[in-house]
């Protein structure tokens, strides 16, 4: 028989209470659950196991425990559209101070003919500038997500063809990677015979797409698969399911759906094959999805409602008298996504939220999160998009909290008389007023969130001092 005894930090548990607010259970198991865990309890653990042969310790498992008690009230939002593309932008991950996305714009091909195509953009979440970063040789792709250095989506895999008497260039959209910060580009390891594929997450080291299969003319197919690494590929489909998406990971863990033929889409786990997978489909819904996976947490939709799953139990984020809501990502314990096309952050229930919809730039109506991130330093950062009315297309966005609201130039909580001059000197000056405001940010300036502090933020400045 063999005995087991865990560690905390070194020190031996017992079951019961700790003290501090946690529970103990299994202290002498094979198994060790902590319930309602705080700050004290993050840290090493480990199990000392014995038996009559002798004695060894596991390797050491850490718990980081991130308290988020409040969202912040301040937020200043800014508009990523890059200048040179035509029509709509999309900015769909965010990490390691880089935002990657989509944008669509004319695009002449080789062989001269042209046509509307999404290219992959990259923007510098400090300075929000954006760079195209098409692969050499193609004419386009996205960008679906971003985790540390990894930037997953697809490109367009052009080749020249023959057809009525000349050449033309043909394309397939293939699934492939970028590594920052010099953007090279590797294309992913298929599996053959698909008519496209792309990825669609990663958690900075493994990713996971979906492969599309014309089984027969004009009929077509979606496989889930899994890449542990760039260089290999693994199918996570499964029979009888039709259809499968993987559309998140975390760690050793996938998530996406799946659906039977002519069923209903079921939010569906797996943990690297294709016979690992546990359906995730909370009851009472006709459909379910995962979007985004992180830290233990996984979200997405159940019906028309926003969803959170830890653990494998089921919360329901979607607030009473709302229509529709989704959530699309995770971070350190907040979960974005939008409540009636109005861009939203959740900290678990559907109670504990903050609508970025009312930060929405002017012209800018329907908000939707996409991928969100948290600093050291507690300040967070979300991307997405919306609707602008004036320019009739979906414009790339992002928020990021601060300290104070936008137009408050001294710093001191309140927007009114006292930030004249400080809002005149940041306009004219802006070195000088780093100086004088040191612990301020100057582009709480930027009151019309058009990307620039400038000029034509004078007259919302004004309505703001007016209480307009």
Known sequence: PTTYQWRHEGIALTDGSTGHGSGITGANTATLTISLPGELDGGAYACLATTACGTTISAAAELAVTPVSTLPQHWQVYNLH???????????????????????TPTILPDGRTFNLAHPIVWDSDTRIPTDITPIGSVGGGVNDVEGDLLVGWFWHTWSCWGGGQYWTCAWQSAGFWNAPDYSFT????????EYDQLYATDGVRMVGTLVYEYSEGNYNAQAHYWPTPNQVTLLHFSPASNSNATAVDGGRQYGSYNVQYGSAHAVMWTGTSASHVDMHPGGFTSSGINGAGDGQVVGTAGAHAALWVNGAFADLHPTGATSSAARCVHRGLQGGDIDGRATIWIGSASLRIDLGAYAPEFVTTTFVEDLEVAPDGTIVA?????????ARYEALMWRSVTSPPGDLNCDGTVNNFDIDAFVLGLTDPAAYESAFPTCEIALGDINADGTFNNFDIDPFVALLMGD
């Open 82 to 104: 890059p200048a040179w593309m035509e029509m709509s932008s999309y900015a769909m991950g965010v990490s390691n101070g880089r935002i990657g996305g989509t944008a669509t």
């Open 187 to 194: 294309e992913s390891t298929h599996s053959s015979g698909a």
């Open 383 to 391: 991307v997405g998009y919306g609707y602008n009315t004036s320019t």
